[in-house]
C-alpha cells in the first residue's frame, strides 16, 4: 500500500488531491486486498477523472503491469484491465483485423472502457465486447457476457465495486481499411479536439436528441473560464486544466456549464466525466 498518493499526476486533467493507493501485481494479490477491504474506488488511466482537491478517503485501486497485455485467437482479441484502448486498435492493426478502429480515439483503460460503454464515431463498447472478467466485491472471480452488463448510452450496471481484470472483443480477420479507418478517426481528433491541453475528454453526455457541445454553445459558454480552468474554445464540451487550475474550478467550471445550459435550454447535461473525492 502506499501512503499519500498524489492523484493529480495520475489523471489527465493534473489537478486534485492524495489517497492511499494499493498497485495490484496479481489477481490472488487483488482477490486478496478485496476481500479485507469493503471500501475503495478503482483508477485506470485517469483519463475522464477529476478527484476533489481535498483526496479520496477510500483506498484506490490501481491494476499493475501483469494486466497490461493483448492477445488473439479465433476472432477474439483478449486485453488485460489496464490496457489503454489505442494499444488495442494498434493491435488489431498490426494484425489486419476490423472491428476495434474507433478504439484509436479513446484514452482510458479496458476497465474503464466497460464500465462507462466507452465509444465515438458511433461505435461503441457495448457493440464488440464478448465478456468480461471482474472480480466482485466478495473477491471472487466472475466472467459477465455483454447481455449481463445492461449497457447504456456511455453507462453500465455493472457496480463500482467491481473490477474489470479483463476483457475479450470480436475482430473480423483480414480487413484491408482498419489502416484507413484509423487515419481518419485520428485527423478528425486533431481537427476538433484540444489533445495537446490537460484535457479529461467530454465533460457531458448527449442529451437524447442533440450534441451536448451544440447546447454549450447555445448557453454561451465556449471559452468560459473559473480561476485557472477553461472550456474550450476547439470544442466546447471539454474541460482544460489552463492554467494551474484547481479540482475546485474545474468543478465549479463544470456546474456553472451546467446550470447555464439548463437556464438556456431547459436540459439539465448529465455529467460523463466522474468526480470523486471529499467535498
Known amino acids: 500500500m502506499y501512503k499519500k498518493v498524489s492523484l493529480s499526476r495520475l489523471t489527465w486533467l493534473k489537478a486534485g488531491g492524495s489517497a492511499n493507493m494499493f498497485k ?30 481535498r483526496g479520496i478517503s477510500r483506498d484506490v485501486v490501481k491494476l499493475g503491469r501483469a494486466f497490461n497485455y493483448v492477445t488473439y485467437n479465433d476472432e477474439i482479441i483478449t486485453a488485460g484491465g489496464a490496457t489503454l484502448a489505442p494499444n488495442i486498435a494498434k493491435y488489431a492493426l498490426d494484425n489486419s483485423l476490423g472491428g476495434l478502429e474507433f478504439m484509436i480515439g479513446i484514452p482510458g483503460t479496458v476497465g474503464g472502457l466497460v464500465s462507462m460503454n466507452a465509444g ?16 466482485n466485491d466478495m473477491g471472487e472471480i466472475i466472467i459477465l457476457k455483454t447481455h449481463d452488463i445492461d449497457f447504456g448510452y456511455r453507462t453500465s450496471r ?22 484507413q479507418e484509423i487515419t481518419k478517426i485520428m485527423q478528425n481528433r486533431i481537427k476538433s479536439q484540444p489533445i495537446n491541453e490537460k484535457t479529461c ?16 454553445d447555445q448557453a454561451g459558454c465556449r471559452g468560459l473560464t473559473i480561476g485557472g480552468a477553461k472550456i474550450s474554445e476547439k470544442h466546447s464540451n471539454f474541460l482544460i486544466n489552463d492554467n494551474n487550475a484547481s479540482a475546485t474550478d474545474l468543478e465549479n467550471l463544470c456546474n456553472t456549464v451546467q446550470l447555464k445550459v439548463f437556464e438556456k435550454t431547459g436540459i439539465m447535461l448529465e455529467r460523463e466525466i466522474i468526480i470523486v473525492g471529499i467535498e
Request: charged share 20%; glycine share 4%; with cysteine.
Open 24 to 53: 495490484a501485481d496479481t489477481v490472488n494479490n487483488l482477490q486478496k486486498f478485496v476481500k479485507e477491504h469493503k471500501q475503495y474506488f478503482t483508477i485506470g488511466a485517469g483519463s475522464n477523472l477529476l478527484v476533489r482537491d
Open 120 to 135: 465515438c464515431y458511433d461505435n461503441d463498447i457495448s457493440q464488440v465486447l464478448v465478456e468480461a472478467t471482474c472480480i
Open 158 to 179: 455493472l457496480p463500482a465495486s467491481f473490477i474489470i481484470i479483463e476483457a475479450k472483443f470480436k475482430v473480423s480477420k483480414g480487413s484491408q481499411t482498419v489502416q
Open 201 to 216: 475528454g467530454c465533460i457531458f453526455r448527449n442529451s437524447s436528441n442533440q450534441s451536448a457541445w451544440k447546447l454549450i
